[in-house]
């Protein structure tokens, strides 16, 4: 599976952007669905996943959480996930990557997504 990760872009603080990643393939809609990012001198760190169906998410709970700030889902008919992305911080400055994994859970384990797309880059300014 080919992961095409877009939606990226230059954004003020307070702003929305909505990340788009699109499969190669028409069974992605079988794939349980990651958004990762990694800022700049840090690690990468899970952000949101969403199941197969799009009946279970599960979003990252740290500090500055994205939860309640962005809402992952997807659309099987386009083989397509999104990751919506509203009251942006600078802190969610990163390159954004989508994955997919056969796993059957919404896991923000990296090592379980088998497949990963080039990434995309958020850029909020204060």
């Known amino acids: 599976v080919q992961l095409q990760a877009s939606g990226g872009g230059y954004m003020q603080a307070g702003g929305s952007l909505t990340l788009s990643c699109a499969a190669s393939e028409r069974t992605f809609s079988t794939y349980t669905v990651g958004w990762f990012r990694q800022a700049p001198g840090k690690e990468r760190e899970f952000v949101a996943a969403v199941r197969w169906s799009g009946g279970s998410t599960y979003y990252a709970d740290y500090t500055d959480s994205v939860k309640g700030r962005f809402t992952i889902f997807r659309d099987n008919a386009k083989n397509t996930v999104y990751l919506r992305m509203n009251s942006l911080m600078p802190e969610d400055t990163a390159v954004y990557y989508c994955?997919?994994?056969?796993?059957?859970?919404?896991?923000?384990?990296?090592?379980?997504?088998?497949?990963w797309g080039q990434g995309t880059l958020v850029t909020v300014s204060s």
């Open positions: 994955a997919a994994g056969t796993v059957r859970t919404t896991t923000p384990t990296a090592a379980n997504y088998d497949y």
